[in-house]
């Protein structure tokens, strides 16, 4: 996103909402940036490799994949070629390994990744999800970081959960209903004030 849509986000939520004006203060600039340089298979590959790893252990095995696949963001056809043994070779587990071949397969039938820019935000979550392993919190960061929708609001998040309690003082994590609630104020700069929940939680 450019610096001055940024700026034009934070003043909105400042002016929406007391709260996110004291995070804003808080945390400082807002740095939100998104992936359009990463393809989109290759961008789910990734999310794919991370989900219920540390971020270490992660990486590290994305990298295995990646130079096992012999690119920097591997394409359907580098997933394809490999054999399930290869896969577990760099750490995946066979389900992961099952998660990658139905996105493979997907793909090679029509799942339109490279037109999902041109979807409704439901409409993107609908077509990811039909792959197994993604659900809808993975579909939800796609749309953040990788196509740039600014009014995501991922209700299951945890790390959006505790900022929310934290900054709103609620004695237990917050429910959805109240979340999408006490977020309406947001709009259309969901995700930009999310940005800023997640970072409320590093200090």
Known sequence: MR????????????????????????????????????????????????QQLAGAAA????????????RKHPRPEDIARLSDAELRGVGLSRQK???LRDLVARVGAGL????????SDEAAIQALTSVKGI??????????????????LPVDDLGIR??????????????????????EPWRPYRSVACWYLWRSLDG
């Open 3 to 50: 610096p001055a849509g940024l700026r034009t986000a934070v003043r909105h939520l400042r002016r929406a909402d007391p709260v996110l004006a004291r995070l804003v203060d808080q945390v400082g600039p807002c740095r939100y940036e998104v992936r359009r340089e990463i393809r989109p298979f290759a961008y789910l590959t990734a999310a794919i490799v991370h």
């Open 59 to 70: 990486a590290t095995i994305h990298r295995r994949l990646c130079t096992l696949a012999g």
């Open 97 to 99: 390994v099952g998660y």
């Open 112 to 119: 339109p990744l490279g037109r999902l820019s041109r979807l």
């Open 135 to 152: 659900g809808r919190w993975t579909s939800e960061m796609f749309l953040m970081f990788r196509l740039g929708r600014l009014d995501v």
């Open 162 to 183: 505790k900022a929310m309690q934290r900054a709103f003082h609620k004695r237990a994590l917050p429910k959805p209903d109240w979340m999408r609630k006490t977020a």
